[in-house]
């Protein structure tokens, strides 16, 4: 999860749908909007492109038309995260709130031995941050058989992603000058807040002091 920037002002076929009985939120430009705020991926799990996508409300509306039809509750997620979140992970970090530090309060890890797993850790002490946290544990690990398979895919997304960028993390610390920065770019499209999976490749950065004093510039997409 990272921060991303809600546009605005609101699509204006919300206001219009609002008044009716059985209005859509999912009118007019919603989709393209939310496609473009959302760089095209859920913004839970971080999947570029997934095969299933929902308007998720961040916070459940449960019938109130102002939260159905407001602009900034409406986000982008994928099936598998919308229904893992659910109604049972309340007061959750906002990915459109700067000041939430979505991926520098949480701790984004990836343990590829013996087999690939996945770790989230809060980093300070907030009830919100913690909710996030088994959020996103959930998420990558799965609760229920349904969600295990689910989660198993997403993993392998996941692992696959993080193969080829610390592939191009092997060949720039190898690399002479020149080399050097033409991976540097490559790079930093993979610290993106575009790419898939981005907080994680973030924290393979932070993880080294050399390479954070490098990168700064794209960790400070965060803030």
Not at 40 to 69: Q, T
Not at 96 to 109: A, C, E, G, S
Not at 178 to 200: I, M, P, Q, V, W
Request: aromatic share 8%; net charge neutral; charged share 30%.
């Amino acid at each position: 999860m990272v921060y991303l920037e809600k546009s605005q002002p609101a699509p204006a076929c919300l206001a219009e749908e609002k008044t009716k009985a059985n209005g859509n939120y999912k009118c007019g430009e919603v989709l393209d909007r939310l496609k473009d705020d959302f760089k095209n991926k859920c913004y839970i799990c971080e999947d570029e492109g997934p095969i299933s996508i929902d308007v998720e409300h961040f916070v459940p509306h449960k019938g109130d038309k102002d939260l159905k039809f407001d602009w900034s509750n409406l986000f982008l997620a994928c099936t598998h995260c919308n229904r893992t979140k659910g109604v049972a992970y309340k007061d959750v970090l906002n990915c459109t709130h700067k000041n939430d530090n979505v991926d520098q309060n949480i701790r984004y890890l990836v343990d590829p031995f013996p087999s690939f797993k996945v770790d989230i850790r809060s980093l300070i002490e907030d009830a919100r941050t913690e909710t996030t946290k088994n959020l996103l544990r959930a998420v990558y690990n799965g609760e229920t058989p349904t969600q295990k398979l689910e989660s198993g895919n997403l993993r392998k997304k996941l692992q696959a992603e993080i193969k080829s960028f610390q592939s191009l993390l092997d060949r720039y610390n190898r690399a002479d000058d020149e080399e050097k920065r033409y991976l540097a770019g490559k790079l930093k499209e993979h610290l993106d807040n575009a790419s898939s999976f981005t907080a994680f490749k973030r924290w393979i950065i932070r993880d080294s002091a050399a390479l954070a004093e490098t990168f700064q510039d794209c960790l400070e997409q965060s803030q």
